[in-house]
């Protein structure tokens, strides 16, 4: 059934999907099309059932449809859907996020996580008045062009770290130095710091499955923008409000100057922001000469969904509990891994994980997630779909639980995990 859907999908939509992972390119097979869902649950069009840890890619940390977040939708849809005018609900999401993270004077909203990096970087260029940024290999910061230059995420799925389409001439002033290694980045801010206008960096990399920064690493990436003049850009699309209420700056204590927000501040609607010092965001149109709007941007019924959700993600102890859900996951993934005597790595922080097949005791930059096993890892996930666990379909993806998974969830999601690895070879 789901073999003639995607055959029509793939008539009318080039692929058949309008994201490139969701085509199950790197693990093989067809993609499964989602009719509903609800909590930590997914059903397909044929109403097979799945425990779902892919969370729409993150947004869905309340789990799916959460009843007061469609309540709040369904308000704001009775006003009107765009006004393309202010609304007080702008003002209160931006105003939450700026209470929240103390690195952040004000706020800017957009459509998705791509507009928030491409809007950061162009800012931190115009306020800097520097061409060069520099990146790290397989960190994902959306598709503009830019920021298209030894990408993660499907961009890695595909071996294309460039795409066809950005120009030579944009592209070399992107530098790009492997992720974790702060010796390289001093090398370099030696001779070209002073012509670097932004270090962007995902803190927690979600886009090379999940690699946690090094300690030290962070500190020392801030203390060289402080030196230079560089601005510093988390991005945050996917951490934040993912593994802590503040984010990976409050996980690990070190203070951007700008951030980008995006998945889980629109609680599944199409949203992004990015936001920081006032002192930078005041070089924004229109107070400032740098220029960035948006149609939707701010859009009512996205920001209703949005406020909802961190109104309920700032509940006491909301990230210590899904951080044990993911521990306990994680734990018994490795129990079932060692049991089938299959080496097994895992990363995770608050509500995101990632599991990498490979002898390495630790996986720290994007070389060591290539070179993690990934037949054994389309095998293992091929397995867990058949028996209704729904995980990332590639092994360059971050996991993510959501308060809606119980325990009972976790222990028949390891039940057939240790199934399914006592089948790999
Ligand atoms: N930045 C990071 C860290 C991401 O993970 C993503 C998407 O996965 C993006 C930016 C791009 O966001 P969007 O897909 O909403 O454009």
Redesign the pocket.
């Known amino acids: 059934m789901s073999n003639s859907r995607f055959q029509l999908a793939q008539k009318y939509i080039p692929g058949g999907v309008n994201s490139p992972v969701r085509a199950f390119k790197s693990v093989g097979g067809e993609p499964v099309f989602i009719q509903r869902a609800k909590g930590a649950y997914l059903w397909d069009a044929d109403d097979k059932h799945y425990i779902d840890y892919v969370g729409s890619?993150g947004p869905m940390i309340l789990g799916h449809a959460h009843p007061e977040v469609i309540d709040a939708v369904k308000q704001a849809a009775d006003n009107g859907l765009s006004f393309g005018a202010p609304t007080e609900s702008e003002t209160t999401l931006a105003r939450k996020i700026c209470e929240l993270i103390p690195s952040i004077d004000k706020v800017r909203m957009v459509s998705?996580?791509?507009e928030a990096?491409m809007s950061a970087l162009r800012l931190a260029r115009g306020f800097t008045g520097r061409d060069k940024i520099l990146k790290f290999e397989g960190c994902?910061?959306?598709h503009s062009d830019s920021l298209l230059v030894k990408a993660g995420?499907g961009a890695l799925t595909f071996g294309v770290p460039t795409s066809p389409g950005v120009p030579a001439a944009l592209a070399e002033q992107t530098l790009t130095l492997p992720f974790n290694d702060l010796e390289s980045v001093e090398t370099l801010f030696a001779e070209l710091g002073e012509q670097i206008a932004a270090i962007i960096i995902?803190p927690v990399a979600?886009?090379m499955n999940l690699i946690t920064p090094r300690p030290g690493y962070l500190e020392g990436l801030r203390k060289l923008c402080d030196d230079y003049g560089t601005v510093l850009i988390f991005?945050e699309?996917?951490t934040g409000f993912r593994v802590g209420l503040q984010g990976a700056q409050g996980v690990y204590g070190v203070t951007p100057d700008l951030t980008?927000f995006?998945k889980v501040i629109g609680g599944g609607m199409p949203v992004?922001a990015f936001g920081g010092k006032a002192e930078i965001m005041n070089h924004i149109s229109p107070d400032g000469p740098v220029y960035q709007a948006g149609t939707l941007s701010g859009n009512p019924v996205a920001m209703a969904a949005g406020i909802k959700t961190l109104e309920l993600v700032s509940a006491p102890n909301f990230y210590e509990n899904l951080t044990a859900k993911t521990k306990s996951l994680l734990i018994g993934l490795s129990n079932a891994a060692s049991s089938a005597d299959i080496p097994l790595a895992t990363n995770g922080v608050g509500g995101m994980f990632g599991f990498f097949f490979t002898d390495a005791k630790r996986v720290l930059s994007f070389a060591d997630s290539v070179a993690c096993d990934g037949d054994r890892f389309n095998a293992f996930f091929h397995g867990m779909l058949k028996r209704g666990v729904y995980l990332a379909p590639s092994s360059f993806e971050a996991g993510f639980v959501s308060s809606a998974h119980t325990e009972n969830d976790i222990a028949d999601t390891l039940e057939h995990a240790a199934a399914v690895m006592s089948t790999l070879v």
Do not use: A
């Open positions: 890619w998705s996580g791509t990096t994902y910061h959306g995420s995902e979600g886009n991005d699309v996917m980008c995006g992004g």
